[in-house]
């Protein structure tokens, strides 16, 4: 069975400081792999996506995150946090024909001045 | 990129009434969607598979009767809550996949904030 784990509920960063929320996924075959952003009473935006290749994804608003399949992790990334940054983290998995997402519980960010 | 709306973005209704969400991709013919439900500080969670012009595919222990989901055509989606009752508020996300079949095709709706009085 597919499993998404987000173990931390909930981070507080520092403005500027980096930001790192970790994410572990349990699947049969070759997962596709999400990060969306959720800010308050707003629908989902996606960050980034790993399907195949390198295994160090970019995605927008300055967000990287790495794929370890030896760890089964995908866990996301940023350098340096802006206050903006402050939202709702899920991490999701996917199979290949678009079918149903496993999302995990979230990770909330709160950013300190 | 593709968008998905939502109709309307949040509702207020009585105990009782019904309430119908409507799910629309605006600009590619969306062969499944699919709709979550959200509680408040809590992750989605997957409801049914709406696939256009069959039946929906309803989540264990998601009532089909109470949620009524109608995927009519291509582009239009609509999730209908049934005698809503106040433990039914919450946020409804629909979900829409172009028909290339890879995963990356599924986009999100901005969601609907059902509240029953």
């Known amino acids: 069975a597919q499993s998404v784990t987000q173990p931390d509920i909930h981070i507080t960063v520092s403005e500027g400081a980096s930001l790192e929320l970790r994410c572990n996924y349990s699947?049969?075959?070759?997962?596709?792999l999400f990060w969306y952003v959720q800010s308050p009473g707003q629908g989902l935006q996606l960050l980034l996506k790993?399907?195949?290749?390198?295994?160090l994804v970019q995605g927008i608003k300055g967000f990287e995150a790495e794929f370890k399949r030896s760890q089964s992790s995908f866990n996301l990334r940023k350098p340096s946090v802006h206050w903006s940054d402050a939202a709702e983290y899920f991490c999701a998995v996917g199979p290949p024909d678009g079918g149903k997402f496993q999302f995990g519980a979230g990770t909330q960010v709160v950013v300190t001045p | 990129g593709a968008v998905v709306s939502q109709h309307p973005s949040w509702v207020i209704c009585k105990s009782g009434t019904s309430v119908k969400i409507e799910c629309r991709s605006l600009d590619f013919q969306a062969t499944t969607m699919f709709w979550y439900r959200q509680f408040p500080k809590q992750s989605l969670m997957l409801m049914a598979t709406s696939n256009e012009g069959s039946k929906a595919t309803y989540e264990q222990g998601v009532e089909k009767d109470k949620f009524l989901i109608n995927h009519a055509s291509l582009t239009l989606s609509t999730l209908t809550v049934t005698s809503a009752h106040p433990e039914d508020s919450s946020f409804y996300i629909c979900?829409?996949?172009?028909?290339?079949?890879?995963?990356?095709?599924?986009?999100f709706g901005p969601g609907t904030r059902l509240t029953v009085l």
């Open positions: 790993y399907f195949s290749g390198d295994t």
């Open positions: 979900s829409a996949k172009s028909p290339s079949g890879r995963t990356d095709t599924q986009y």
């Open positions: 699947y049969g075959a070759t997962p596709y």
